[in-house]
């Protein structure tokens, strides 16, 4: 990405025909393959990177490695509290004799995995996870000030 004077950032986008020919040879084709038929259409100047590519692939759902599956009752327990529950809490209890599971989950694929699902936290509920793991006891011990200063105004709106 380039920086420019106002200190906004510009992504490299792919013209159409670009998406088109990459989802028709995203799985026949190598990423290197891919990367120099792109960039021997592009000037010196306008060349793709290998990590921009990687990002495009998946900007457009196109997957080169296959993911373990979850089962579906990590799913399921995952979409139940992911409003209430950190990333880290989560994998830990997936991770728990609980699920009679032999696979240990970190807060990475748990992240990954509601990225894939497309679940996003609000900033209500990132808000309400945060002052739950620092009553509980959990993560930092102290709430970082952008967050405290969201609470506060939070709290404000919801009183008028």
């Known amino acids: ?6 200190g906004q950032f510009h992504k490299k986008e792919l013209f159409l025909d670009e998406k ?3 989802l028709k040879n995203y799985d026949t084709m ?8 792109l960039n021997s259409n592009r000037n010196k100047n ?3 990177a290998y990590s921009t590519l990687r990002h495009r692939f998946k900007d457009l759902k196109c997957f080169k490695y ?9 799913e399921k327990y995952l979409k139940s509290h992911y409003k209430t529950m950190g990333n880290t809490e989560i994998a830990s209890h997936l991770s728990s004799k609980m699920f009679r599971s032999k696979k240990v989950f970190t807060r990475f694929q748990i992240e990954k995995k ?13 808000s309400f996870i945060i002052q739950r793991n620092f009553q509980i006891g959990i993560g930092k011990s102290e709430i970082p000030k952008y ?3 969201r609470i506060l105004i939070n709290k404000f709106n919801k009183n008028e």
């Open 1 to 6: 990405m380039k920086k420019y004077k106002n």
């Open 20 to 22: 088109i020919f990459i």
């Open 30 to 37: 190598k990423y290197d393959d891919i990367l120099n038929h």
């Open 46 to 48: 306008n060349q793709i």
């Open 66 to 74: 296959t993911y373990i599956p979850w089962a579906k009752i990590h």
């Open 114 to 126: 509601m990225s894939l699902l497309d679940i996003h936290r609000t900033l209500e509920e990132r």
């Open 147 to 149: 967050t405290r200063q």
